[in-house]
Nanobody, 122 residues
Framework: QLVESGGGLVQAGGSLRLSCAAS????????MGWFRQAPGKEREFVAR????????YYADSVKGRFTISRDNARNAGYMQMNSLKPEDTAVYYC?????????????????WGQGTQVTVSS
C-alpha cells in the first residue's frame, strides 16, 4: 500500500514537499515514480528514481524545480517541489515499479497511491 501526503494550496512561487509512505511490503529494490493528473487531462510522468536512489529522471516541465528522493530504510519516497506554477495544479500520485529504474510509462507500475491534491494559485 502507498499513501501520499503533503499536498495542499500554495501561491505561485511557493514550495511543497510530497511524501509517499509504503506499507505491507518493502519496496527498496523497486523503482519509484511520481505522476500527476490535472482535470480533463491524461496522467503524466513527473519524475522517477532508481531503487538505490542514485539515478533520477524528470519531465522537462519540472526539471530544475522538483527533486525526487527516497529513503529505503523508511520505505518512503519524497518529492520536493519549488517555484510552483499554476500549471502544476493536479492530483499527484506516487507509484512503484518492479523495474529497478522505474519508467516514464504508467503501465510499468504495479502499485499506486490514492493521490494528493496540489493546487497552485496565481
Amino acid at each position: 500500500q502507498l499513501v501520499e501526503s503533503g499536498g495542499g494550496l500554495v501561491q505561485a512561487g511557493g514550495s511543497l514537499r510530497l511524501s509517499c509512505a509504503a506499507s505491507g511490503r518493502t519496496f527498496s529494490t523497486y523503482g519509484m515514480g511520481w505522476f500527476r493528473q490535472a482535470p480533463g487531462k491524461e496522467r503524466e510522468f513527473v519524475a522517477r528514481i532508481c531503487w538505490r536512489g542514485v539515478k533520477t529522471y524528470y519531465a522537462d516541465s519540472v526539471k530544475g524545480r522538483f527533486t525526487i528522493s527516497r529513503d529505503n530504510a523508511r520505505n518512503a519516497g519524497y518529492m520536493q517541489m519549488n517555484s510552483l506554477k499554476p500549471e502544476d495544479t493536479a492530483v499527484y500520485y506516487c507509484a512503484v515499479s518492479r523495474t529497478v529504474d522505474g519508467s516514464r510509462w504508467p503501465s510499468e507500475y504495479q502499485y499506486w497511491g490514492q493521490g494528493t491534491q496540489v493546487t497552485v494559485s496565481s
